[in-house]
């Protein structure tokens, strides 16, 4: 496995930052927030003093029910190409849901959701992840992701479905240990068994990131330090392997850079004593085993002479015969304490099938207010509803800064609103054109220098033809009102 070192998820607020920190051996950039055509100078610069650069998918949705996009996958080979990049990354999550496979509107989550633990989701991202495979030019590996919801039904463990995952596509992993605490608090899973359980050899790199907890709930903000329990992790992963790359993530809420620095210290310093001391550990137990091996053989070779004289006596008194059935074999159907080797996953296509209504359901439930499929914790569901909409705010803030500085401190709540009733159909920025549409429409903003200004910003972008299926002419007669009023 390619060694990478430490590095820092590189974001343009902190590139300056990023640039000048000691010790970078290698950044992780959001693949979606690159055009290969226009890479951001500081990107080039750290190239050119030979640091990686390893483009991070969020959009591609392995593992959704649809096929990956074509066009989604050569973006992502086109940033790896431009990058120089040794291996692209996407999550082990499902962000859309809908179309064709069920006859209903495509729904944009805006944010990455847990797929089920079951043989139809495996079945449908093993095939997604080879699909992926064959379309990169260079090596994928895939993110375990927190979850602040569980499925009903599941039929493995986090560390069986990953270790499934890799033995039937050759797929490497990244494993989040901010992730693996996050699904502790929600979900009571244990990340040591799962770390007992995955594939450690399979790893590329690690994510290290901060988050809070509220009412019970973990939230994975990457806008908050790195806490104890998540170092606690990585020692332990650290423990059973070295990983061939750590990387600090953080998206929001940037620190000063000397702090950044500190928490890159303390991430480095974590894994090299977890090594220290695996390693002095193993000289020990080399030490130990090379001499109670020996031991071993004295007492074997004495016992063994026993046993020989002690079976001939028996032998002889046996008259050579065995009764029926003990020939030294297990049982038949027996697997001497180990599971039975797993059955043959499902057809794709019919797992595709069952697992886009699944998927339907729960996202509806999530962004347009249709009832809990069965068997989900309704008041869990509320809270990742939320969640989902307060990042899409987050999120179209950011594509679109003009609306929250034209809105002011009433940008958000507006928003909110909006999004209550309005599932995410397409990206962000058509979700920021629509927000306007809908603020303009509403006629609240009349006669005021807010509404002018929305009014310009929503006609410089929405082009000379009107967006599909909206309601044009009755937009502009609205928009040209506000503009007569000035």
């Given at each position: 496995m390619r060694r990478l070192g430490t590095g820092i998820g590189w974001r343009p607020e902190i590139a300056d930052a990023v640039e000048a920190m000691p010790g970078i051996?290698?950044?992780?950039?959001?693949?979606?927030?690159?055009?290969?055509?226009?890479?951001?100078?500081?990107?080039?610069?750290?190239?050119?003093?030979?640091?990686?650069?390893?483009?991070?998918?969020?959009?591609?949705?392995?593992?959704?029910?649809?096929?990956?996009?074509?066009?989604?996958?050569?973006?992502?080979?086109?940033?790896?190409?431009?990058?120089?990049?040794?291996?692209?990354?996407?999550?082990?999550a499902f962000v859309r849901a809908g179309g064709d496979l069920t006859a209903t509107?495509?729904?944009?989550?805006?944010?990455?959701?847990?797929?089920?633990?079951?043989?139809d989701a495996l079945a449908v991202l093993c095939e997604n992840v080879r699909i992926a495979q064959d379309a990169l030019p260079v090596p994928l590996a895939v993110e375990n992701i927190a979850a602040l919801i569980s499925w009903p039904g599941e039929e493995m463990t986090e560390g069986q479905f990953l270790y499934e995952l890799v033995e039937r596509t050759g797929v490497r992993l990244l494993i989040d240990v901010a992730?693996?605490?996050?699904?502790?608090?929600?979900?009571?899973?244990?990340?040591?068994?799962?770390?007992?359980?995955?594939?450690?050899?399979?790893?590329?790199?690690?994510?290290?990131?901060?988050?809070?907890?509220?009412?019970?709930?973990?939230?994975?903000?990457?806008?908050?330090?790195?806490?104890?329990?998540?170092?606690?992790?990585?020692?332990?992963?650290?423990?059973?392997?070295?990983?061939?790359?750590?990387?600090?993530?953080?998206?929001?809420?940037?620190?000063?850079?000397?702090?950044?620095?500190?928490e890159l210290a303390t991430i480095r310093a974590t894994v090299e004593a977890a090594g220290e001391l695996t390693g002095g550990l193993d000289t020990k137990a080399g030490e130990l085993a090379g001499?109670?091996?020996?031991?071993?053989?004295?007492?074997?070779g004495g016992l063994g002479a026993k046993a020989g004289d002690l079976a001939g006596g028996l032998?002889?008194?046996?008259?050579?015969?065995?009764?029926?059935?003990?020939?030294?074999?297990?049982?038949?159907?027996?697997?001497?304490?180990?599971?039975?080797?797993?059955?043959?996953?499902?057809?794709?296509?019919?797992?595709?099938?069952?697992?886009?209504?699944a998927q339907v359901a729960l996202l509806s439930a999530l962004v347009a207010g249709t009832p809990a499929p069965e068997g989900f914790d309704c008041a869990r569901l509320k809270v990742q509803s939320h969640a989902l909409a307060a990042k899409r705010a987050?999120?179209?803030?950011?594509?679109?800064?003009?609306?929250?500085?034209?809105?002011?401190?009433?940008?958000?709540?507006?928003?909110?609103?909006?999004a209550h009733a309005r599932p995410m159909t397409g990206g962000y920025r058509l979700d920021a054109l629509r927000f306007a549409e809908h603020l303009l429409l509403a006629g609240r903003l009349e006669g005021t220098d807010a509404g002018r200004r929305l009014s310009d910003w929503w006609l410089e972008r929405s082009g000379p033809a009107p967006l599909p299926r909206r309601p044009a002419a009755r937009l502009l007669r609205a928009t040209r009102r506000i503009l007569s009023g000035r």
């Amino acid at each position: 496995m390619r060694r990478l070192g430490t590095g820092i998820g590189w974001r343009p607020e902190i590139a300056d930052a990023v640039e000048a920190m000691p010790g970078i051996d290698w950044v992780e950039a959001v693949a979606e927030n690159v055009c290969p055509g226009h890479l951001p100078d500081s990107l080039l610069r750290l190239r050119e003093r030979g640091v990686e650069v390893v483009p991070h998918g969020v959009s591609l949705g392995l593992g959704g029910a649809d096929r990956p996009d074509e066009g989604r996958l050569t973006a992502l080979a086109e940033r790896a190409l431009a990058l120089g990049s040794p291996l692209v990354t996407e999550h082990i999550a499902f962000v859309r849901a809908g179309g064709d496979l069920t006859a209903t509107q495509l729904l944009e989550a805006g944010h990455l959701l847990p797929v089920p633990r079951t043989r139809d989701a495996l079945a449908v991202l093993c095939e997604n992840v080879r699909i992926a495979q064959d379309a990169l030019p260079v090596p994928l590996a895939v993110e375990n992701i927190a979850a602040l919801i569980s499925w009903p039904g599941e039929e493995m463990t986090e560390g069986q479905f990953l270790y499934e995952l890799v033995e039937r596509t050759g797929v490497r992993l990244l494993i989040d240990v901010a992730n693996l605490h996050t699904n502790h608090v929600n979900r009571g899973e244990d990340p040591a068994k799962a770390l007992d359980e995955l594939p450690v050899e399979a790893i590329a790199y690690v994510h290290v990131a901060g988050g809070f907890e509220r009412d019970g709930v973990w939230h994975d903000s990457h806008a908050h330090p790195v806490p104890e329990p998540v170092l606690a992790i990585l020692t332990d992963l650290a423990s059973r392997t070295t990983p061939p790359g750590v990387l600090l993530e953080r998206d929001d809420n940037f620190p000063e850079p000397a702090e950044l620095e500190r928490e890159l210290a303390t991430i480095r310093a974590t894994v090299e004593a977890a090594g220290e001391l695996t390693g002095g550990l193993d000289t020990k137990a080399g030490e130990l085993a090379g001499g109670l091996g020996a031991k071993a053989g004295e007492l074997a070779g004495g016992l063994g002479a026993k046993a020989g004289d002690l079976a001939g006596g028996l032998g002889a008194k046996a008259g050579g015969a065995l009764p029926k059935g003990a020939c030294g074999g297990l049982p038949s159907g027996a697997h001497g304490g180990l599971p039975a080797p797993p059955a043959d996953l499902p057809a794709p296509a019919e797992a595709r099938q069952r697992a886009a209504l699944a998927q339907v359901a729960l996202l509806s439930a999530l962004v347009a207010g249709t009832p809990a499929p069965e068997g989900f914790d309704c008041a869990r569901l509320k809270v990742q509803s939320h969640a989902l909409a307060a990042k899409r705010a987050d999120v179209v803030a950011k594509v679109a800064p003009e609306l929250p500085d034209i809105l002011g401190g009433a940008y958000r709540a507006d928003f909110l609103a909006y999004a209550h009733a309005r599932p995410m159909t397409g990206g962000y920025r058509l979700d920021a054109l629509r927000f306007a549409e809908h603020l303009l429409l509403a006629g609240r903003l009349e006669g005021t220098d807010a509404g002018r200004r929305l009014s310009d910003w929503w006609l410089e972008r929405s082009g000379p033809a009107p967006l599909p299926r909206r309601p044009a002419a009755r937009l502009l007669r609205a928009t040209r009102r506000i503009l007569s009023g000035r």
